[in-house]
């Protein structure tokens, strides 16, 4: 098969996937009592355009990064799941103008999503593990984790915080740009927070950087940044095709390789960005 260069990748991508969040217009979810708590309109049209992005992975190879002070000087901050700052501020910055949590977060409790404070800044945006290729209706009976109802119950605590939930078409058309650029077959999982919100923000920024998922010259087995947990598979990937993620990522980056080395940094343009 035809190995993609760089700006075709990007190209390709900009081409095959839409950034789609549910609305509460949309069909089956129309018919539910609960569909007023969906947003009326798509999450791209409340949220860009915007100029400068940053998309802070959750890496343990962040730690002793000093990265702080640049990611913030970004207009936006794209942050995942359960990922602090508070304490971390050195090395991750302040600024969360966006988090990005996979349906497991919202209902174990262990991350305390409804009652913990470090989910009420900035917008978040909720994405759950969809079958693939299912309709609406068989994902709404049947979700990875509860990922409605508990999406109610914060909107009833939370009602003036903007809160998208993502189209899992969004989610399987990546997995298909991931799948159709690598020679075999991946695991049919959906990609990964990290790779989903950095497409995201793709399509609302001008320019976005993505720190840490590339692993720097810090790489480590930490898994997170914020925890005293090591796995070689929180940067390898086991559920989701982060490798082939990552390659990808790889190939699509217009920075200096050097940036990688020492920021683990790279740069991405904005769909609007690019001419194709
Ligand atoms: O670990 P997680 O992701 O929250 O990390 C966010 C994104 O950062 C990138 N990452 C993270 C660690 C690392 N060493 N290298 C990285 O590149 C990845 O792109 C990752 O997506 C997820 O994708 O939602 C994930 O969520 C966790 C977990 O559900 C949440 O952290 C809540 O604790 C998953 N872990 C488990 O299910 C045990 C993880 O597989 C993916």
Known sequence: RLKLSGPELLC?????????????????????????QLPA??????????????????AGSLRHSGLGKE?????????????????????????????LINSQVMASEEY????????????????DPAPFSSDLTQWLNRTDYPIFAQYQRYRRLHPQQPFFILH??????????????????????????????????MSLCEVVHVYEFLPSKRKTELCHYYQHFYDAACTLGAYHPLLYE???????????????YTHGRVTLPGFNAINC
């Not at 913990?116 to 917008?123: C, D, N, P």
């Not at 058309?173 to 497409?199: H, R, Y």
């Not at 790889?250 to 050097?258: E, I, V």
Request: with cysteine.
């Open 168 to 201: 899992p078409r969004f989610e399987w058309q990546v997995w298909q740009q991931v799948q159709e650029n690598m020679a075999e077959s991946i695991q049919k999982n959906p990609p990964s927070s990290g790779f989903l919100g950095t497409v995201l923000m």
């Open 246 to 260: 990552k390659n990808l990522v790889k190939r699509m980056n217009q920075g200096a390789d050097r940036d990688i």
């Open 112 to 127: 305390r999503f409804l009652s913990s404070s470090l989910y009420s800044s900035g917008v978040l945006v909720a994405w």
């Open 71 to 99: 990611i913030d000087s970004h207009d936006a901050v794209m942050r995942f799941n359960a990922a602090p700052t508070s304490g971390f501020e050195k090395d991750v910055g302040s600024k969360t103008t966006m988090r």
């Open 41 to 58: 309109q798509q999450l791209t049209s409340e949220l860009g355009p915007l100029k400068s992005c940053a998309v802070v992975s959750s």
């Open 12 to 36: 390709q991508l900009k081409r095959k996937v839409e950034v789609l969040s549910l609305t509460s217009d949309l069909h089956p979810f129309s018919m539910l009592p609960w569909a007023p």
